[in-house]
């Protein structure tokens, strides 16, 4: 790597997605002297409230997406469904990271699982479902108790339904709306973790401790760290991180989330972006997954990111962010500037923390 690929403080960093994702995103960037430019359609995008400049505009608007490129040094993003044409004008001007491979790759489900068991790891078993005909075989195949998730556009949940018997069928399909889908047996965990892992400009690798998640509804609740799992599988959890970075030649943060089961760690999925779950490493490490993410996308060297802490973090849903008085007395509380609290909406999260046990 030359020097030429390491970003100077005062250089620019522009942000596809202006949610609380980008948003934290930017707020790491600014002690590093580094400025965002965040584009997102919503002129109150969580972002834009603490950057300089924000390109508000749709991720079809070509010349908006040229404008925003020519401006800022490289490229980053917060959610995974970017259209490829916006990655196409963009990567004319300037580099993307992480690189398209990682987009191309979890933007499909069944793509991703493929890919996953191509790089030697273990998935749930899993079959292309597009009718009626192929899920009745594919559940016949997989049995029941499985789950039926569409293969594009899906999170938190959404865009599942969950079958005991072929009486399920025609609900499930409903509730993918016919999309193509994938069919997945039911993982019998007894525990679903995830760990978030950065890889540099240079391929160095590092992993935050393994979060261990609790979802309702379909949404992250908690992550709570240490996990409470034995060490070995720990390593096994950051080793499994470390393949999927190193197999994409991956720039930036990954939040990889997998199933603890009696036989060993399963691959759910990856997101090419910083996580949900690693939002603890805010509060209980000394460089956390948005600056580590920053770091990497502007070619530094990767950040110091050992944990000093334990730390639950809650994600404060709909209107439990009201209570944000109580829930920031004792600091660790991390609110997105949303102004309305729909239900099943992330409007902030508070990261509880005591001291380091192991
Ligand atoms: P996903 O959108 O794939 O991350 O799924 C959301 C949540 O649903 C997961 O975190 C699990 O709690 C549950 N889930 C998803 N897929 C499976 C599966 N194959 N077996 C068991 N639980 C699952």
């Known amino acids: 790597m030359t020097d030429a690929a390491v970003l100077a403080p005062g250089s620019r960093i522009g942000i596809l997605g202006g949610g609380q994702l980008g948003r934290m995103l930017a707020l790491a960037a600014a002690p590093l002297g580094l400025k965002v430019t965040v584009f997102d359609p919503d002129p109150a995008a969580p972002a834009a409230q603490v950057c300089d400049q924000h390109t508000c505009a749709g991720y079809d608007d070509v010349t908006a997406l040229n404008t925003f490129a020519a401006a800022v040094d490289v490229v980053t993003y917060e959610f995974e469904n970017i259209p490829t044409a916006a990655l196409d004008a963009i990567e004319a001007l300037v580099p993307v990271r992480p690189g398209r491979k990682a987009l191309a790759v979890s933007q499909d489900r069944l793509s991703e699982k493929q890919w996953l068991e191509g790089i030697g790891l273990t998935v749930a078993p899993y079959a292309e479902v597009n009718d009626e005909a192929s899920l009745s075989a594919a559940l016949n195949a997989i049995g029941a ?93 950051v080793l499994i991180a470390a393949r999927i970075l190193n197999a994409l030649d991956y720039v930036g943060v990954i939040g990889v989330e997998l199933f603890v089961t009696d036989a060993g760690l399963v691959v759910n999925e990856f997101a090419p972006r910083v996580h949900n779950s690693g939002h603890w490493t805010q509060d209980a490490c000394l460089i956390d997954q948005f600056e580590q993410h920053i770091r990497c996308v502007a070619g530094w060297p990767l950040g110091d990111g050992q944990r000093h802490s334990n730390a639950v973090m809650t994600n404060l849903i709909g209107e439990e962010a009201d209570g944000w008085l109580a829930n920031g007395a004792r600091g660790g509380l991390h609110l997105y500037g949303k102004a309305e609290a729909r239900p099943g909406r992330k409007m902030g999260h508070v990261n509880r923390i005591t001291p380091k046990s192991k």
């Open 145 to 237: 108790p499985a789950i039926l998730k569409t293969r594009r556009f899906g999170y938190d949940g959404k865009g599942q339904a969950r079958l005991s018997g072929q009486q399920d069928i025609p609900a499930a399909l409903d509730a993918v709306a016919g999309a193509p889908s994938v069919l997945e047996g039911f993982v019998d965990f007894t525990r679903e973790i995830s760990v978030i892992g950065a890889r540099g400009l240079t391929g160095d690798v590092a992993c935050f401790d393994p979060g261990e998640n609790v979802h309702e509804d379909g949404i992250l609740s908690t992550t709570t760290v240490p996990a409470d799992i034995p060490p070995a599988l720990a390593t096994d959890a």
